[in-house]
């Protein structure tokens, strides 16, 4: 039997080479440079055509599906096994300590924005592919790496692709955590949303995040106001908080600043909402029916509450978990009214249109209304399923230790497919950073995820 572990260890300097070129991609879905020959703007496009390129050069077949999604394939048989990662990233944010577009290495690590989500586990995957192939190991199904340029907007990729490609019999993403994740959360998004205002509104915006699946880090605010006191409160505001910002009067007008800590939407918590912080703050200042409707309704929706409880929309089982809230993107004008816009991620037993009435009927009396912008419905697979069964083998002869199996309020590709699950490529006890500064990945263990993948290609696709 080959030692995986091994030849991985023989591979590493190629493998962070290869993975430092991707992340130099700065991949950001890029609306404004949309177009059909760019469905996502160029970057996302140029890290699509690079791995493709590298699937060219190791003698595999690939294919562009109108230049939002791609594959890599190979092997033979009538079956397919699905391998899907992607290479877009959400945007990198400020503070970094390395530059996030770089891929730094130090302290076995290398830094950069997509380093765990999802670049290194793709690329960890593909090495896989490629040590497979040149052991020459005789496989009984085609073996299919799908990698997706809009994973982190609602993949609109994976739909075109499968719109027009096959569908595999069985696969797995390596965009999560390990052992193996068997349950994924739905993810809805909601817009909380007033036009309740008057003439002459003393909020004259508030703005805070740009997607719905990060915690807002950066919120601003400007409020028309005669309160010599408001900036002295800004500031024991911030201190009680442990928080950064800025308060700035200009003429009648006071302009503030404040910044929290951005993290993945699945987990509120471990972020700092820079929006909910800024709006419990304003809360004493605004008088004004719109103003005062919006950031009442802010601060008490979201404030140290991201599992729903003040809307009617708490629930938890034991299979995936609590529910949760992120108010990802805020945003108020005299002229517009107000908005929030939330990823809702709902526990796999939870019953959605019941607790959406309820919210409503809860919003109505606030002042608000609520639209579901978009829903994906939650993805379960059986312990009992032979893929599960499959990847656990593998799991636990690769680590020697028992492969449990986990529920998540993420989002991956596994949720499209007909019969898959997200496996790896975080381990027990690592800290999860995608989505925030200072993203990295750890190499010895991404090391160790390319001899799991390559040990699950085998278990999977190869004849007995």
């Known amino acids: 039997m080959i030692n995986w572990l091994t030849e991985a260890k023989i591979r590493q300097s190629e493998l962070l080479s290869e ?9 950001v879905l890029d609306e404004s440079l949309s177009s059909s020959a760019q469905p996502f703007g160029p970057e996302p496009l140029r890290a699509l055509e690079w791995m493709l390129q590298k699937g060219q050069e190791a003698g595999m077949t690939i294919k562009n599906v109108d230049q939002m999604a791609g594959h890599i394939e190979m092997g033979e048989g009538e079956e397919l096994l699905g391998i899907l990662g992607h290479v877009d990233v959400v945007p990198a944010g400020k503070g970094w300590t390395y530059p996030p577009f770089e891929g730094h290495i130090e302290n076995d690590r290398l830094y950069g924005r997509g380093a765990i989500d999802d670049k290194g586990p793709t690329m960890a995957a593909w090495m896989a592919m490629k040590m497979v ?3 020459g190991i005789p496989l009984n199904k085609r073996v299919r790496l799908i990698i997706g340029t809009d994973e982190e907007s609602g993949f609109r990729c994976v739909k075109r692709y499968f719109e027009k490609e096959e569908m595999p019999h069985i696969g797995f993403a390596p965009d999560a955590d390990f052992p193996i994740i068997n349950a994924e959360k739905g993810i809805a998004t909601l817009r909380f949303s007033t036009t309740n205002l008057e003439s002459k509104e ?14 807002p880090d950066v919120a601003t605010a400007v409020i028309r106001i005669n309160n ?13 908080h442990k928080l950064k910002g800025e308060a700035e009067v200009r003429h009648s007008e006071v302009h503030l600043t404040l910044e929290g800590k951005s993290a993945h939407a699945m987990e509120p918590n471990d972020g700092l909402n820079a929006g909910v912080y800024l709006a419990k703050f304003l809360v004493d200042f605004v008088t004004t029916s719109g103003s005062k409707s919006f950031i009442d309704f802010v601060s008490s929706s979201f404030y140290d509450d991201s599992r729903g409880r003040s ?19 805020l945003a108020f004008t005299p002229l517009s009214g107000g908005t929030v816009d939330v990823s809702l991620r709902y526990s796999v037993s939870y019953s959605f249109d019941m607790k959406l009435t309820e919210c409503q009927s809860i919003c109505n009396v606030k002042g608000f209304s609520v639209d579901v912008l978009s829903n994906s419905k939650p993805h379960y697979v059986e312990e009992s399923d032979e893929l599960i069964q499959s990847l656990s083998r593998v799991y636990e002869r690769q680590t020697g230790e028992k492969a449990t199996l986990l529920a998540i309020g993420g989002g991956t590709y596994a949720r499209v497919l007909q019969k898959g699950v997200a496996f790896g490529m975080l381990f027990p006890g690592e800290k999860d950073v995608a989505h925030q500064v200072d993203e990295f990945i750890d190499i010895p263990n991404l090391i160790k995820a390319v001899a799991i993948y390559a040990d699950a290609i085998c278990e999977l696709a190869s004849k007995k």
């Open 19 to 27: 993975l430092q070129q991707l992340i130099q991609i700065p991949s």
């Open 133 to 135: 192939k040149d052991a």
């Open 202 to 215: 003393q909020l004259q915006s508030f703005q805070a995040g740009t997607r719905t699946n990060m915690v």
């Open 228 to 240: 010599d006191s408001i900036e002295s409160e800004f500031e024991l505001f911030k201190q009680q």
């Open 311 to 329: 809307l009617g929309m708490q629930f938890s089982d034991d299979v995936s978990g609590d529910t949760t809230l992120n108010a990802g993107i």
